[in-house]
């Protein structure tokens, strides 16, 4: 199974959120089948099969989420990272102003999935690579 350290290695090649689709075909070659990422402090859950899980843990200071979501605003910040024109910490500072509290990524069907404070979906993204 892959282990956090694993992850991390691969996650030190990213640049900006335009090496995102390399990361993910990285980690699923590595084993892992989705993943979970809170925006509050960045900790981060990796599952694989049989069960198997680990944590990033914390990834920087809690950040408070809006009570509200503005998916209109978030399209444009997402978009934005995508093109690199944003870091992590950017980005999830841009997450939590706009009312986005975690996001699922799924290696199988290649999607990264966001949700609001409600626990309401707010964006299925294909990712392409």
Known sequence: MFTVEQIKEQLSKMSTGADFPAFIQAIKKLGVTHYETFVANGNTYYYGNNGYTCSSGPGYEPLSIAA???????????????????????????????????????????????????GQELLVEPIRG
């Open 68 to 118: 509200t979501s503005n998916k209109v605003q978030f399209k444009l910040a997402l978009e934005a990272h995508q093109q690199g024109k944003t870091s992590f910490v950017v980005f999830c500072n841009d997450c939590a102003r706009l009312g986005i509290e975690r996001w699922v990524v799924c290696t199988e069907k290649m999607t990264c999935t966001y949700f609001n404070k409600a």
